[in-house]
């Protein structure tokens, strides 16, 4: 079958930004709840959602999934019967993080009743920044994007070696950054996001380089002393942080940290 009949469901916005860079846009047919970009996959049907309401403060959605989790359960709920409808050829998922999207085992299961039964899963697993690349070519492998996968890796180094060319014209030092990826309880960012700060011309703290993501308590998150804090919860919109920053229990635990009132957040 070539590329241009391909029907592909996506299950985690960065394959679907993957799948679009690749020129396969016209061959997404579903994608998951949190696919937001580019603004022209919205309109597509949503085959995910999570059982998790996110309306609620970070430490209680961050103990629903811990519970949730320690169950074996999965906190994604993957429309069987709509994945069926959409019959695809291919399904992007990912097998790194079961809190962050539909997880493999989900996928799987989902698959099993689709009557297609040659349904191709590419699942991504990035952890550094040499894995994102790895998983353009996965992408493209699968797709029959090949060439388009290696353009898009020249494009991706590019762009990071001409950051890094800026930093390291435009810094006269470089700052400290914390990079928090969960509010409460305070989760430092691993995986490629210190390398990101490295490349900025920055010095990531707590986690350094390409690692786990790491829970800190308050009085530990106290003991940094950053330049800069980096806020970016996962799977939030700005707004949606601003609202959590903003909850009284929130602004009083970062009204204790020095550090929060002196350091651009």
């Known amino acids: 079958m070539g590329s241009s009949n391909l029907r592909i469901v996506s299950l985690i916005s960065s394959a679907t930004e993957i799948a679009c860079e690749l020129g396969l846009r016209p061959n997404l047919v579903g994608v998951s709840h949190e696919c937001d970009f580019p603004e022209s996959i919205r309109s597509l049907p949503v085959v995910s959602e999570t059982?998790?309401?996110n309306s609620q403060p970070s430490q209680s959605i961050h103990q629903s999934v811990?519970?949730?989790?320690?169950k074996g359960l999965s906190i994604y709920k993957v429309n069987a019967e709509l994945l069926r409808d959409l019959q695809p050829d291919?399904?992007?998922t990912q097998n790194q993080c079961e809190v962050c999207a539909v997880s493999l085992k989900d996928v799987e299961a989902a698959v099993r009743s689709i009557t297609k039964k040659d349904t191709v899963i590419c699942s991504l697993f990035p952890f550094a920044l040499d894995d994102l690349c790895s998983?353009?070519?996965r992408v493209g492998e699968v797709t029959g994007k090949q060439k388009e996968a290696e353009d898009l890796v020249t494009r991706f180094w590019v762009r990071l070696n001409q950051v890094n060319a800026k930093a390291g014209t435009h810094l006269k030092y470089r700052p400290k950054?914390?990079?928090l990826e969960w509010l409460d309880p305070p989760i430092i960012a691993g995986s490629w996001i210190p390398e990101l700060i490295t490349l900025a011309g920055a010095d990531p703290l707590v986690v350094d380089g390409p690692k786990p993501f790491k829970k800190v308590?308050?009085?530990e998150?106290?003991?940094?002393?950053?330049?800069?804090?980096?806020?970016?919860?996962?799977g939030?919109?700005?707004e949606r942080t601003f609202q959590e920053l903003s909850r009284p229990d929130i602004e009083e635990k970062f009204n204790a940290w020095p550090a929060a009132q002196s350091a651009p957040v």
């Open 51 to 53: 059982k998790i309401d």
């Open 66 to 70: 811990v519970d949730i989790v320690q």
């Open 90 to 92: 291919i399904i992007l």
């Open 135 to 137: 998983d353009f070519r």
């Open 177 to 179: 950054v914390l990079a």
């Open 217 to 219: 308590s308050w009085p």
């Open 221 to 234: 998150l106290y003991a940094q002393k950053p330049d800069k804090i980096l806020i970016f919860p996962c």
């Open 236 to 238: 939030w919109s700005e």
